[in-house]
């Protein structure tokens, strides 16, 4: 091999060596690519909001039922309760000849001040369970859907302080179901013992029951003969809100011993209410349900 010879077989060797590193080169540039379309490569991602904020808790379990108890010695825990501006008229012991003319009465004070839905002024009915028949179920319906509540004032309105426990449990849900008898769909989530009596299996049963147990703030003794329209309208209209006023569209039921200066009708009461309801609007004062005064919702 002489010098030329020499140097072809080099320069031919150096540019087979550099084809082979090319060749490897590409070759490996070439998996890596096919590898990096097929596997991503993990990537760390920038947190997110997700990651760093705790994750909502879903609660499913039922809130736990916190019973409303207003009875004449606890006043002061219910006025922090129920709304300010705020008054709950209820009226006891019907379905009676009477009820339809209160809920005239709220018809016609609502259509005067153009009052509709929320803002329409509303009461609360205990009923009494032995009263509602096929035809007084008629009455039960129109005060639901007139947007009233109704709450359960026992079968046959006993002394509750007088009578078994048992016989308090019947009491409570046979007017339940009669109420339920009228209507399925209406909830019943106040209880008020006749003659705001009770002892305490009473009040035991009632948290049981998952119902709120109401008297009243203001009485206006509207079942007392001896007490006129003007005194009725004068005891409820000097409130400045948060009272639960007691009435009675309703009238007493036993009669085996009645009291002395018991009325038997309710056209005071009946007379009464459209002053009693102006002069609350006028004070811009909100006549509503126990539910919507206490803040429940509907
Ligand atoms: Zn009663």
């Known amino acids: 091999m002489n010098f030329k010879q020499a140097i072809q077989v080099t320069i031919f060797a150096s540019c087979f060596l550099s084809y082979r590193i090319l060749s490897s080169f590409l070759n490996q540039y070439s998996t890596t690519l096919s590898l990096s379309q097929l596997q991503p490569s993990p990537t760390i991602k920038p947190p997110t909001k997700s990651s760093t904020t705790p ?42 000849i009477y009820t339809e003319k209160i809920l005239n009465a709220f018809l016609e004070h609502n259509k005067k001040h153009n009052l509709s839905n929320k803002r329409a002024a509303k009461a609360t009915f205990f009923v009494i369970g032995k009263r509602i028949t096929n035809y007084t179920c008629r009455v039960i319906e129109r005060i639901y859907k007139e947007g009233h509540e109704i709450g359960n004032h026992t079968y046959s309105h006993l002394r509750f302080n007088q009578i078994s426990p048992q016989r308090q449990r019947e009491e409570i849900s046979e007017a339940e179901k009669a109420i339920k008898k009228c209507n399925s769909y209406i909830q019943v989530r106040w209880f008020r013992p006749p003659y705001g009596l009770y002892d305490i299996s009473t009040i035991n049963l009632i948290k049981e029951k998952k119902l709120h147990i109401a008297l009243w703030t203001i009485d206006t003794n509207d079942w007392r003969k001896s007490v006129s329209f003007d005194a009725i309208i004068q005891s409820v ?59 429940l919702s509907q």
């Open 55 to 96: 994750k909502p808790v879903i609660n499913n379990t039922p809130k736990s039922f916190q019973q409303i108890t207003l009875l004449f010695d606890n006043r002061e825990e219910v006025y922090k309760r129920i709304k300010p501006k705020t008054v709950a008229l209820t009226f006891d012991d019907g379905p009676d």
């Open 237 to 295: 209209i000097n409130t400045s809100g948060q009272d639960v006023v007691l009435m009675h569209d309703g009238r007493e039921i036993n009669m085996d011993k009645p009291h002395e200066d018991l009325s038997l009708v309710r056209d005071n009461t009946v007379n009464a209410l459209p002053t009693i309801l102006e002069r609350l609007s006028q004070k811009n004062i909100e006549i509503t349900t126990l539910s919507e005064a206490f803040g």
